[in-house]
């Protein structure tokens, strides 16, 4: 935008992109607030103010004024499936920050009317019933009625996923279909499937019913990704590992962002895991890739980053709170051991995924044996993931062996099941970060994203600095939450250590990489509560404006369409985005008191239809008008 008193001129080196009058977070101890920020070849040339930028005005530079919104370095998200995400973006309908129960079956039942024979409507992750009004689930009446022929596949965090009788017919679930192990079809009086499946306590039932649902061919990936890239760019993302995960094949599932990242069209960069698919085939996998490929492949887009976040299938716990912990195989580790050692003496680095301590431990013990080798430390990245219930002695134990971890705002979805079933008492510690923080780990945030948490950092951020769920219950008292420059550099700075990046990503310092975000809102000013409503306005990555909203609308780089052209992405968007201030306030609890009537109209209209209640309301008695 034109700026008064920054007059291009003809200089060798001249800025692509000034930023000015604004709020910067640098991240930076060295300098940690400023002004104005230049950005030539993908990376910052100057951080200072506006008299500093002044001389760096070329005829081709941009210059965006932030018109005194604070801007950050670009969030770093250290475990989000990407790539799996990318790849069914488009063919979801996301209930991510939908407020009411009741606009999500509307929203069900839109789409329904527009999605083709053949294909599904699917809900998969990024919600909990108790950021409903309603505090419930929806029954598998109300999906029936919602599209009585379309299939529906309804994903509820890591426990349950809710059919329709379409989709049941669509993924073959009749009498005779026997429970899988470690899960559980649910079964009417007559012995037929009811349409809830139950993670008990293995979610792959879940995971296996969804993949029986079409997915996309040929371009339609490439743009899945890249709209789903930009989504991720809305909320201020430049960077994310992908934390690989069950269906998710290599090389097969990875050629659509190879394939964009060759034609120069990734909008985030991607550092990337590789996970062994097939129970017992684990070490061949390991061996073939590490023949393939060496670590840190690639370059600051798309690159290599180890293993994981399984290694071994039976070294892997569950995290379906609804459920009790599993206990792991006796004797896994001796083929867990083969893996980490391989990895090890070839210079890869891995991360695991551990909910709870007892799976930690035993990791742990094998590492310390290894140790005796050698191998730990020795140099590679590691980490666990999750460790909701790590000890204090554990983090001694990682600490010991040069390790990381990398923590998730699961709890933000799952908080009021781990209070039932493990009480207020060990949620106040899950995980317990300032003690990870005390013991001077690298602690990496991120979402977990997309089949249970939502892939907004902003949700993850709000729970790291509230303790809070989406729900609104307090989980962790204020000795276990961070501040929120904490929490910030855990989503930037903690990410690009993970990533071996920490000299070149993570604050806005000459020298690093052009990625930061303008915020629709002052991260370091906002009640709390509204944290979670933050969005970027104009997100940077290495110079590229790839996303631009408000004032700055049609500065990014033109999308192809959404296609399918009956894509829910295409008429709903992603994110269901709240306006900020509507945490607590008296407009939203009258707001929440209006839905409740309608609720309750729609009941009474539902047990008159079943004869359970007259059709004609009860005359209003008010006992100030009686006599």
């Not at 930028?53 to 770093?76: I, M």
């Not at 799996?84 to 063919?91: A, K, P, T």
């Not at 909008?267 to 073939?288: C, K, N």
């Not at 990489?513 to 709390?528: K, Q, R």
């Amino acid at each position: 935008m034109p700026v008064g008193g920054l007059v291009p001129r003809t200089t060798d080196d001249a800025a692509d992109l000034i930023v000015r009058n604004a709020k910067i977070h640098t991240g930076d101890p060295g300098r940690p607030q400023a002004g104005a920020i230049a950005v030539r070849d993908g990376v910052i040339t100057v951080v200072g103010d506006d008299r500093d930028v002044a001389g760096h005005v070329g005829p081709a530079t941009k210059v965006v004024d932030a018109l005194g919104r604070r801007v950050v370095p670009g969030l770093n998200d250290s475990h989000l499936h990407v790539i799996r995400g990318g790849l069914n973006y488009v063919l979801e309908l996301r209930w991510d920050g939908v407020p009411t129960l009741r606009q999500g079956l509307a929203m069900l039942r839109e789409q329904a009317a527009r999605t083709p024979k053949g294909q599904w409507v699917r809900v998969v992750g990024g919600w909990s019933a108790e950021q409903f009004a309603e505090r419930r689930l929806p029954t598998v009446g109300e999906l029936n009625e919602a599209a009585p022929d379309t299939p529906v596949f309804v994903l509820h965090l890591y426990q349950s996923a809710i059919l329709n009788r379409a989709a049941l017919q669509a993924a073959g679930y009749g009498k005779d279909t026997p429970d899988p192990r470690g899960g559980q079809i649910v079964r009417g009086r007559d012995g037929e499937p009811t349409g809830m499946l139950l993670a008990a306590p293995s979610a792959l039932i879940l995971y296996s019913t969804l993949a029986k649902a079409p997915v996309l061919e040929g371009p339609d990936k490439k743009t899945s990704t890249r709209h789903f890239l930009r989504e991720l760019n809305r909320f201020g993302l430049t960077s994310a590992i992908d934390a690989a995960g069950g269906f998710q094949n290599f090389p097969d599932n990875y050629s659509t962002v190879v394939e964009l990242a060759k034609a120069g069209q990734l909008s985030l960069r991607i550092a990337y895991h590789l996970f062994p698919q097939t129970a017992g085939q684990e070490i061949d996998d390991l061996t073939r890739w590490i023949e393939m490929a060496d670590p840190d492949d690639g370059d600051e887009w798309l690159r290599l980053n180890g293993a994981g976040e399984n290694l071994t299938w039976a070294a892997a716990d569950f995290e379906n709170f609804t459920q009790p912990r599993p206990e792991l195989a006796a004797g896994y580790e001796a083929e867990f051991e083969k893996a980490v050692r391989l990895l090890m003496e070839n210079g890869w680095g891995f991360r695991l995924h551990a909910t709870y301590d007892e799976t930690i431990r035993r990791d742990l013990a094998v590492f310390e044996r290894l140790a005796a080798d050698g191998l730990f430390p020795a140099g590679n990245r590691w980490l666990f993931d999750h460790a909701e219930t790590v000890s204090p002695d554990s983090l001694d134990r990682i600490a010991a062996l040069g390790g990381a971890v990398s923590v998730q705002n699961r709890l933000s979805f799952q908080g009021e099941a781990f209070v039932r079933r493990y009480g207020s008492g060990a949620a106040a510690d899950a995980p317990p970060l300032r003690t990870m923080l005390e013991r001077g780990l690298t602690v990496g945030a991120g979402t977990d994203a997309t089949r249970v948490s939502t892939y907004n950092p902003w949700v993850a951020l709000h729970w790291l600095v509230t303790g809070r769920t989406v729900g609104d219950l307090v989980l962790r008292p204020p000795h276990n939450r961070v501040d929120r420059r904490t929490a910030l550099s855990m989503f930037t700075a903690a990410g690009a250590a993970l990533t071996g990046e920490e000299g070149v990503k993570g604050v806005l310092r000459p020298g690093f990489l052009g990625d930061l975000a303008v915020l629709s809102e002052d991260y370091f000013a906002v009640p709390e509560q509204d944290i979670a409503h933050i969005e970027s306005l104009l997100t940077v990555v290495g110079g590229r404006i790839v996303y631009a909203a408000a004032e700055y609308e049609g500065l990014d780089e033109e999308l192809p369409p959404v296609s399918p052209a009956w894509s829910p992405v295409a008429y709903f968007g992603g994110y269901q985005a709240a306006p900020s201030g509507t945490g607590l306030s008296g407009a939203r609890q009258a707001e929440l008191l209006g839905q409740a009537v309608a609720e309750s109209e729609q009941h009474r209209q539902w047990r008159a239809r079943r004869g359970l209640a007259t059709e004609t309301r009860s005359p209003v008695f008010d006992p100030c008008f009686s006599l």
